[in-house]
């Protein structure tokens, strides 16, 4: 009877155990579409709808990302499309089309969110989430790193975060945050970053965060925060801080010696620039412009070992740079505008250099005099700035004894109280000194990677992926390894040059362009213009091994020839991959979006991730390359920094800012037309544009898409993944530039459709095995 009894009991606790497991899993999906009606079923999550799988095993777009650990959610990012940029002032309610609606609660939402008790990274952005973050949210006890960013939540950061001991990374940047930043930041012992840009914070930052030891991160940009900066020299980590947009004032503290990023711009620091600054050797970009920062350069700031971007403008610096001045080898900007800076430039600053962009406009200097002052103006300031100073004492002790006899006055005359004071505040408003604005972002360095420090630090990074050594190959090198350009390693020939296929004296195979200059460059200006493109490294674009300059003495000569050295792909161009070309190569729909894809991730990269940004990239299906693997690598990428724009823009005399002043909707323009000839096959010869244009005409019925969509892809495409690379054409070759997409966009697009495909064609594969095991039976 024991033993019976014993059984039962294993039996039962068996059963109950098996149960709760299931439940555990049950339980946190339940949790997940509870938040997915919280939010009003933001288009990331979509791909929830039919499905009845185990949500952690869900392959995903990008936008919505979920992982998992012993059947419970540890990571949830969620990125939707509801931009905060348009909306200048919030007043706490719903906004239409902008916010969730007005039926939202945050706090019923975090009530939800926080029953995921294993999270370790939650981020959920852009989606329209409006109110203030509730005490509540200390609950997600597990949390590493917080991200709420562009969403609409205001009031003051809550208390009881700093009981997340565990919290790495706080980011709240682009909401309505208003009050002051918290004491009890230094609660959180692990915090690395800390981001609250673009908020309404105000007040004095706190001494607190100095104590913050692991920070390495520090964002406090574009909000209304003044007093003064603490000394953070203590941060030892720390290597970007980010102050730009703010009314902080005082002279600036001592700062951590590691610091590779100092955005200071725009703010009202005063004194002189610190001579500590010079000891700051990891420091690649200092931006220190539109303050009120007086007194000497410290020439020894030109030529620390790793500064790149020096931007000392809109400032009252005063007083003549060292002729014997030294600029480091990594410096490639600098902008000195609108100081009281005198006497000549040195050598290394010479705005005529090919070697780095120089900014004088609105000194004293003798050189360039069209946009100098006379340096009459330059010395009458110092001399005025030397005479407020002596007197500053007198000056305020005569304001002070007038103040005084004023509110005599005012105490004898009662009517006049109300008055004097409003005309006094009238006053002192009127005499606030304006800031001096920079119309445009410094030349170099986009305005879109200005908004965002981060991605200058990783992009700071280029260059040091794996991969093989950028090399100078010489001419005899270069001849040996095609056969002295025989016929038969020829490959093609575009409107920029020959293509031969060659093997170098280690065996490896590589493509070797030969282009031919329809102008005369010198070496030192083409130098500058190979690093750059040299630096251009993604799994996505065919890999440059090195060059060869023909023509020319290895000084500043004139050159006439230049060969590109690229890594060979094997499998040749898009197009052949496409029907009308070679029938049995073509590629089904799902390979043709991840072609699609990798293309897309290479340009987002040209456009997004390098310093300056690269457009115009002469995008079509022939320059994309297929490896064995049937990767996407995309070819003649950033000739523009080479070729045509150079050429163009150095003809009126703006070589400095030709390869990235065209707009990267060119490269959407042209993406659209791959797009379209994914769709219905390649171009017929002498058609072109036109033809495409004509044949859009033809999605918008389903014989009309019957008729032109290439048959390989109406057999192998679901409808939805189809229709949606079609309304993405679409808008890629609107007349209009400003209405076509982003890359980003374009990127998510594809990745939704490849996710659409990569459902159904599962779905087809389980239907059809469930048919052949009935047919067997």
């Given at each position: 009877m024991r033993s019976s009894n014993l059984v039962v009991m294993v039996v039962l606790s068996w059963i109950f155990f098996a149960s709760t497991t299931h439940q555990l899993r049950s339980y946190e999906t339940q949790i997940l579409l509870q938040l997915r009606k919280h939010l009003e079923n933001p288009m990331p999550l979509a791909i929830w709808e039919n499905y009845n799988g185990d949500l952690c095993n869900l392959s995903s777009p990008p936008q919505m990302i979920i992982k998992c650990e012993n059947s419970s959610v540890t990571e949830l990012r969620i990125m939707g499309d509801k931009s905060v940029k348009v909306v200048s002032e919030f007043n706490g309610f719903a906004i239409p089309n902008q916010t969730l609606s007005g039926s939202f609660s945050i706090d019923s939402f975090v009530t939800t969110l926080t029953r995921l008790t294993s999270l370790r990274v939650l981020s959920l952005v852009s989606l329209g989430i409006w109110g203030r973050l509730p005490d509540k949210i200390h609950r997600l006890y597990s949390l590493e790193a917080l991200d709420m960013s562009s969403n609409f939540i205001f009031g003051s950061i809550p208390s009881e975060i700093s009981r997340l001991v565990k919290l790495q990374t706080l980011t709240l940047d682009g909401n309505f945050v208003n009050d002051t930043i918290p004491e009890w930041f230094d609660s959180l012992t692990n915090l690395t970053v800390l981001s609250l840009k673009n908020n309404r914070l105000k007040g004095q930052i706190p001494s607190t965060v100095s104590r913050i030891t692991t920070l390495t991160e520090v964002v406090l940009s574009h909000n209304l925060l003044s007093g003064k900066l603490p000394d953070l020299s203590g941060l030892s980590n720390l290597q970007l801080l980010d102050l730009r947009e703010n009314h902080l004032d005082s002279q600036?503290?001592?700062?951590?010696?590691?610091?590779?990023?100092?955005?200071?711009?725009?703010?009202?620091?005063?004194?002189?620039?610190?001579?500590?600054?010079?000891?700051?050797?990891?420091?690649?970009?200092?931006?220190?412009?539109?303050?009120?920062?007086?007194?000497?350069?410290?020439?020894?700031?030109?030529?620390?070992?790793?500064?790149?971007?020096?931007?000392?403008?809109?400032?009252?610096?005063?007083?003549?740079?060292?002729?014997?001045?030294?600029?480091?080898?990594?410096?490639?900007?600098?902008?000195?505008?609108?100081?009281?800076?005198?006497?000549?430039?040195?050598?290394?600053?010479?705005?005529?250099?090919?070697?780095?962009?120089?900014?004088?406009?609105?000194?004293?200097?003798?050189?360039?005099?069209?946009?100098?002052?006379?340096?009459?103006?330059?010395?009458?300031?110092?001399?005025?700035?030397?005479?407020?100073?002596?007197?500053?004492?007198?000056?305020?002790?005569?304001?002070?004894?007038?103040?005084?006899?004023?509110?005599?006055?005012?105490?004898?005359?009662?009517?006049?109280?109300?008055?004097?004071?409003?005309?006094?505040?009238?006053?002192?408003?009127?005499?606030?000194?304006?800031?001096?604005?920079?119309?445009?972002?410094?030349?170099?360095?986009?305005?879109?990677?200005?908004?965002?420090?981060?991605?200058?630090?990783?992009?700071?990074?280029?260059?040091?992926?794996?991969?093989?050594?950028?090399?100078?190959?010489?001419?005899?090198?270069?001849?040996?390894?095609?056969?002295?350009?025989?016929?038969?390693?020829?490959?093609?020939?575009?409107?920029?040059?020959?293509?031969?296929?060659?093997?170098?004296?280690?065996?490896?195979?590589?493509?070797?362009?030969?282009?031919?200059?329809?102008?005369?460059?010198?070496?030192?200006?083409l130098k500058l213009r190979l690093d750059l493109l040299s630096k251009l490294r993604h799994p996505h674009l065919v890999g440059l091994l090195g060059h060869c300059i023909d023509g020319g003495r290895q000084d500043d000569s004139i050159i006439n020839r230049l060969f590109l050295v690229y890594e060979f792909v094997p499998s040749g161009n898009f197009r052949a991959h496409l029907s009308d070309t070679s029938p049995e190569k073509a590629l089904k729909w799902s390979d043709r979006l991840g072609v699609l894809i990798g293309v897309a991730k290479a340009v987002h990269f040209l456009h997004t991730g390098v310093i300056p940004p690269c457009y115009s990239n002469r995008l079509k299906t022939n320059n994309i390359l297929l490896d064995e693997h049937r990767i996407a690598k995309l070819s003649d990428y950033g000739m523009?920094?080479?070729?045509?724009?150079?050429?163009?823009?150095?003809?009126?005399?703006?070589?400095?800012?030709?390869?990235?002043?065209?707009?990267?909707?060119?490269?959407?323009?042209?993406?659209?037309?791959?797009?379209?000839?994914?769709?219905?096959?390649?171009?017929?010869?002498?058609?072109?544009?036109?033809?495409?244009?004509?044949?859009?005409?033809?999605?918008?019925?389903?014989?009309?898409?019957?008729?032109?969509?290439?048959?390989?892809?109406?057999?192998?495409?679901?409808?939805?993944?189809?229709?949606?690379?079609?309304?993405?054409?679409?808008?890629?070759?609107?007349?209009?530039?400003?209405?076509?997409?982003?890359?980003?966009?374009?990127?998510?697009?594809?990745?939704?459709?490849?996710?659409?495909?990569?459902?159904?064609?599962?779905?087809?594969?389980?239907?059809?095995?469930?048919?052949?095991?009935?047919?067997?039976?």
């Amino acid at each position: 009877m024991r033993s019976s009894n014993l059984v039962v009991m294993v039996v039962l606790s068996w059963i109950f155990f098996a149960s709760t497991t299931h439940q555990l899993r049950s339980y946190e999906t339940q949790i997940l579409l509870q938040l997915r009606k919280h939010l009003e079923n933001p288009m990331p999550l979509a791909i929830w709808e039919n499905y009845n799988g185990d949500l952690c095993n869900l392959s995903s777009p990008p936008q919505m990302i979920i992982k998992c650990e012993n059947s419970s959610v540890t990571e949830l990012r969620i990125m939707g499309d509801k931009s905060v940029k348009v909306v200048s002032e919030f007043n706490g309610f719903a906004i239409p089309n902008q916010t969730l609606s007005g039926s939202f609660s945050i706090d019923s939402f975090v009530t939800t969110l926080t029953r995921l008790t294993s999270l370790r990274v939650l981020s959920l952005v852009s989606l329209g989430i409006w109110g203030r973050l509730p005490d509540k949210i200390h609950r997600l006890y597990s949390l590493e790193a917080l991200d709420m960013s562009s969403n609409f939540i205001f009031g003051s950061i809550p208390s009881e975060i700093s009981r997340l001991v565990k919290l790495q990374t706080l980011t709240l940047d682009g909401n309505f945050v208003n009050d002051t930043i918290p004491e009890w930041f230094d609660s959180l012992t692990n915090l690395t970053v800390l981001s609250l840009k673009n908020n309404r914070l105000k007040g004095q930052i706190p001494s607190t965060v100095s104590r913050i030891t692991t920070l390495t991160e520090v964002v406090l940009s574009h909000n209304l925060l003044s007093g003064k900066l603490p000394d953070l020299s203590g941060l030892s980590n720390l290597q970007l801080l980010d102050l730009r947009e703010n009314h902080l004032d005082s002279q600036l503290p001592p700062l951590p010696k590691g610091l590779t990023n100092i955005f200071v711009s725009n703010n009202s620091f005063s004194g002189s620039i610190p001579e500590q600054l010079v000891e700051l050797n990891e420091l690649q970009y200092l931006d220190l412009s539109n303050n009120h920062l007086i007194g000497i350069l410290p020439p020894q700031l030109f030529s620390l070992p790793n500064i790149s971007y020096l931007n000392l403008s809109s400032n009252v610096l005063s007083g003549s740079l060292p002729q014997h001045l030294k600029c480091g080898d990594a410096l490639s900007l600098v902008d000195l505008s609108d100081n009281r800076l005198i006497g000549a430039l040195p050598a290394c600053l010479d705005i005529n250099s090919d070697k780095r962009v120089v900014k004088i406009r609105g000194n004293c200097f003798s050189f360039d005099t069209r946009n100098q002052h006379p340096e009459s103006y330059c010395k009458d300031t110092e001399k005025d700035k030397g005479l407020s100073s002596g007197k500053k004492i007198a000056i305020f002790a005569s304001v002070i004894g007038g103040i005084v006899i004023v509110v005599v006055l005012l105490l004898v005359v009662g009517l006049l109280i109300f008055c004097k004071r409003h005309h006094a505040e009238r006053t002192v408003i009127q005499h606030v000194t304006p800031k001096i604005v920079q119309d445009d972002p410094p030349l170099g360095i986009s305005a879109e990677l200005l908004a965002n420090a981060r991605i200058i630090s990783q992009a700071a990074k280029l260059g040091t992926q794996n991969g093989p050594a950028y090399k100078v190959f010489s001419m005899e090198e270069l001849v040996e390894a095609t056969g002295n350009f025989d016929q038969l390693a020829f490959l093609g020939e575009s409107s920029i040059g020959k293509v031969y296929k060659g093997m170098l004296e280690n065996g490896t195979y590589v493509a070797v362009r030969s282009l031919a200059l329809c102008r005369k460059y010198s070496i030192q200006n083409l130098k500058l213009r190979l690093d750059l493109l040299s630096k251009l490294r993604h799994p996505h674009l065919v890999g440059l091994l090195g060059h060869c300059i023909d023509g020319g003495r290895q000084d500043d000569s004139i050159i006439n020839r230049l060969f590109l050295v690229y890594e060979f792909v094997p499998s040749g161009n898009f197009r052949a991959h496409l029907s009308d070309t070679s029938p049995e190569k073509a590629l089904k729909w799902s390979d043709r979006l991840g072609v699609l894809i990798g293309v897309a991730k290479a340009v987002h990269f040209l456009h997004t991730g390098v310093i300056p940004p690269c457009y115009s990239n002469r995008l079509k299906t022939n320059n994309i390359l297929l490896d064995e693997h049937r990767i996407a690598k995309l070819s003649d990428y950033g000739m523009s920094i080479i070729r045509d724009e150079t050429e163009k823009a150095e003809a009126k005399g703006d070589g400095s800012k030709s390869w990235y002043s065209t707009k990267s909707e060119d490269d959407v323009y042209n993406f659209g037309f791959i797009l379209l000839e994914s769709l219905v096959g390649p171009i017929v010869t002498g058609k072109g544009e036109a033809f495409l244009l004509n044949e859009m005409t033809s999605f918008g019925s389903q014989d009309g898409m019957r008729k032109i969509v290439d048959p390989i892809v109406l057999t192998t495409s679901s409808q939805e993944s189809l229709s949606t690379v079609i309304s993405l054409t679409n808008k890629c070759i609107l007349p209009e530039s400003s209405s076509r997409p982003s890359f980003e966009d374009v990127l998510w697009n594809l990745q939704y459709a490849a996710q659409v495909q990569a459902t159904a064609d599962s779905d087809q594969k389980s239907d059809t095995t469930s048919q052949s095991e009935l047919q067997l039976r």
